[in-house]
């Protein structure tokens, strides 16, 4: 302060003015006065104790107190401003110096707070290189701090599509989240899922990116397990063939542990050798043909625990694996090696997964075992109820139980002489399936066989087993198709209680369906006798009797199954009755085998034999050859072998005529032709004698070994009282 007592003067005169004039002039100079004050760094409460003195100081005793007072506020008013600016600006302070401190420990509490997190935070720049990572990125994706910036593409990208897709997405809508395998620094394959979006800086329109990262290996590994099992368990619960479970098994590790085949061993109770299963790459099948190693290693897992596992080192490739052996749970030693396309390291995700795949593939092996069983107990239950003879010349039989276990059924067939030209023919089907139908089954076909021996015509038979049907529980509704062939006159005569029709196929005509004699199953009402309808078989054509199962599919109309039928039959025209029975069941059957079993009876009429008899002169072979050509086509044999036929027979019948009878007068030569049990057999007799040259000579001698080399068999007979040449030549089947 240097001038006080002016201020102080020069406030009293102010004041006086003021009270005096009372004008807002006089009162504006108290602005000016609290501003000199200020800057004089004079105190208010000296300006208010001076302002006192001058009021009740006399004679200025008696002034307006009031009007005084405003002249003292107008003064003070600077010091308000002044003082609320002071606040003011410490507070301003207060707040810069906080947020300076705040400013100067922010780094160091963010890098500890993103350092905190579990999962790998990263930043990138407006270019897409990473700018910032964590120290969770660097344990996940094995890059750290020191290396940054990572430019794009990262060096721990696998999948490049799908990041450039990933990428695109993020451009276009600023945020992209999905999963993908990364590489880490050292190799190893890491699944990840990542998480970005886009931010802007402040006072910037340059984009930059913040995501995070999560190491998903272990989840994924899990789930895959689970999912693996799942498939597993469902897939082999529907086997019911050792081959079929471990082809599953094989399908479901070929990729995630690089298998190429499965082998598993089954040791018998006794002393025999262990059985091979083996699924994939060829291998060997039996147990003295196995690799060494793989026997030492099999004899070896015998002895382990149930569900071991246990990875097997390759010796040239050292902390690698050649194969996995696992040994399953449950009755029997059952062991089986998992072989890898290449030496592998093995990891713990690769022995979890085996180990429980394992456990389940026990559990359907054990299913697997028990199904054989039953099934071959079902079978040989079966088959004791069906006959046992060989059916009689030109038929064959064939009995296909349903694929579920103990599915025994009531199909059955039966064929059989019941005169000396009359053959009885039966294919039945009782209603239900399993022991009961099987036991209905038996006690028809038993009665039927009996009725059959009477001699009595098919209607008639079929009436007589309505009466004993009708004594037999769960008969009811049993459906059958009888008929009785006449061997001499190729008639069959025949009779059908609700069954599906047989069908007939010639050489000359369409397939027929015999469908003339249809009545209503066995112990159903009816109001008349049962029809009964008669049907000529062609020279070369076949019959076929068949139960439901064969053409009845829940997805398919019967019709199309029995067109099918007839479609093999004309196909199969050429082949003796057993390759027929088996075209059939293999060509009919479904993808998952029968779901009802199927009997099929099949009878091939054969073509009438061929008879020549001719003077044995050369001028004759031309009808020889023509005959024997013409029988030949009606026989539909192949034109490749029907030549062969020819022309061995050609040299057999020129033998006879140029040497049976020299010297003297010409005698007859006899050709005799048929087909026996798929094959063709030929037979040429003379009364003459053959000279069987020591050599060939130019003009002749290679006759025999010509007739040799195209047929399948000659046999030469001469004695004083003639020769006879027997050729066979084997007719291919369908499969050849």
Known sequence: MTDPDGFYARYAAALRSYLSERGEASLAVGHDLGRWALAEQISMLEIIENHIRLVEAPPTSRINRSIALQFLLQTLATFDVATRGFIDGTRRYEHQRARAEHLADRDAFRSALVNSLQEGFFVADHDGAVIEANDAFADITGYGAGGLPYRWPHPWVADEGTASEQLSRLLQIG??????????????????AISINTVTTDGSDRRAYVGTIRDITAARAAAARD????????????????????????????????????????????????????????????????DPFVRETFEEARHWSPLSVQPVESADYPGKSRGIVAVLSGPGDVALWLEHNAPRRISVDDQLLITALVG?????????????????????????MLPTMQPPSGFAVRYEPAVPPLEIGGDWYDVLPVSEHQIGIIVGDCVGRGLPAAAVMGQLRSSARALLLTGAEPALLLEELDAAAALIPDAYCTTVF????????????????????????????RPTLLADASSVPLAVQRSGARP???????????????TDGLVERRDNDIDAGIARVAEVLSNTMGAPAEAVADAVLRELSPPEGYDDDVAIVVYRRPQPALHI????????????????????????????LASDIVLAVNEACTNSAEHAYRGGSAGTMRLEAEVCAGEIQVRVVDSGTWKLPVVNTPTGGRGIPLMRAVCDRVDLDGSPAGTTVVMRFRVPTAES
């Open 175 to 192: 945020n992209a989240a999905y999963e993908t395998p990364i590489r880490h620094r050292d190799g190893h394959q890491v699944w990840v």
């Open 613 to 640: 008899e001719l003077p044995a002169v050369p001028e004759r072979l031309v009808e020889v050859r023509n005959q024997l050509s013409a029988w030949l086509e009606a026989q539909t044999v192949p034109d490749i």
């Open 482 to 509: 009888l008929a009785i062939l006449d061997t001499e006159s190729a008639i069959l005569r025949y009779s059908s209680a609700g069954h599906v029709p047989a069908v007939l196929a010639s050489p000359q005509s």
């Open 360 to 384: 389940h593939l026990s559990l359907a092996m054990q299913h697997v075992q028990q199904f054989e069983t039953a099934r071959e107990a079902s079978l040989t239950l079966q088959r004791a």
């Open 227 to 290: 999912n693996a099992v799942v498939r597993l368990a469902t897939a082999a619960g529907g086997a019911n063939t050792v081959a079929e479970v471990l082809a599953i098994l094989l399908e479901e590790c070929r990729t995630a542990i690089d298998l190429q085949r499965v082998v598993a061993v089954m040791w018998p109770k006794s002393d025999a050798d262990p059985a091979i299963h083996v699924a994939g790459a060829p291998f060997q099948t039996t147990w003295r043909d196995l």
């Open 532 to 546: 009964q309808s008669a049907h000529p078989l062609p020279p070369g054509s076949t019959l076929m009797l068949f």
